[in-house]
């Protein structure tokens, strides 16, 4: 799996799936804040992809780096 200078796997868009898995909650939580407008995404057909500028904003409004999500030794 590739990876983004930022470290994002993936490229420049995660699924919400991804970003689900990474903030370890369901599917739905993240579909609500697509929803509110708490977090952008962008519609390709039925599939919503989630930047990752906006999934990194994201983690800011809520108090969270990426470095916050990974595992602690």
């Not at 989630?50 to 595992?71: Q, R, V, W």
Request: glycine share 10%.
């Amino acid at each position: 799996m590739s990876s983004t200078s930022n470290g994002i796997p993936g490229g420049e868009f995660l699924k919400p799936e991804e970003v689900a898995e990474n903030l370890r909650v369901s599917r739905m939580t993240v579909y609500r804040a697509l929803r509110s407008g708490a977090l952008f995404s962008v519609r390709v057909g039925r599939s919503y992809r989630i930047p990752a500028a906006s999934y990194e904003d994201y983690l800011k409004s809520i108090g969270l780096t990426p470095a916050d999500l990974e595992p602690g030794e």
